[in-house]
């Protein structure tokens, strides 16, 4: 990308725009658009010949950025509820556990208090998702060969043990049949 110093300054207005851009492609949280925005800046700041002209213009719109997120929750665009609960619906329907789905929120920028209010699923709900991850990784019901020794069964609860599920609904996971297996993955995916 060529370096083009007569590109207009960025703007309440400009950041507005750009913002409602990125929404329309992207869902994201409060945090995620304050990072799209700042490396917006960013890029425009670099591509100016004179870094000391252009200092206060950066910095009356990293003031505006606030501004345009605000008016953009205020309007409902952008909610980290709203993004956490759809996130967290998704993760759980892949096979990923409540507390690995409140951890991947967190990272997003989802404060912690929301996250985990999120990822909170009943326990048929965290059943289903640990059937998803055995069904993918061909473990419990879904290994090649029906018989699996001491060792074996203890690699697959660290399997599950490593994507966030407790040792009750691992045990619940690995020891439940194939067409049980089933039946609730597609009550989960429903």
Do not use: C, N
């Not at 509820?81 to 951890?103: D, E, H, P, V, Y």
């Not at 209010?117 to 709900?125: F, I, L, T």
């Not at 990784?137 to 399997?159: F, P």
Request: charged share 30%; aromatic share 4%.
């Amino acid at each position: 990308m060529s370096s083009d110093a007569a590109s207009p300054p960025p703007d309440a207005g400009s950041l507005y725009q750009a913002a409602l851009a990125h929404l329309a492609r992207y869902a994201t949280t409060e945090a995620g658009l304050r990072r799209v925005l700042r490396r917006r800046l960013d890029r425009w700041g670099r591509q100016q010949a004179d870094p000391e002209a252009a200092a206060p213009v950066l910095a009356a719109a990293r003031a505006a950025i606030e501004a345009v997120i605000q008016r953009l929750v205020q309007a409902g665009a952008v909610s980290d509820a709203a993004f956490a609960a759809s996130r967290a619906r998704g993760l759980l329907r892949a096979g990923q556990s409540g507390r690995a789905i409140a951890m991947r929120l967190v990272a997003k920028g989802v404060a912690p208090d929301v996250a985990r209010a999120a990822s909170v699923s009943d326990a048929e709900s965290e059943l289903a998702a640990a059937l998803v991850l055995t069904r993918k990784r061909r473990i419990g019901a879904y290994r090649a060969s029906e018989a699996v020794d001491a060792a074996g069964r203890l690699k697959e609860m660290g399997q599950l043990a490593r994507a966030g599920f407790s040792r009750e609904v691992a045990e619940r996971a690995l020891d439940i049949g194939r067409e049980d297996a089933e039946g609730r993955i597609f009550e989960l995916r429903r």
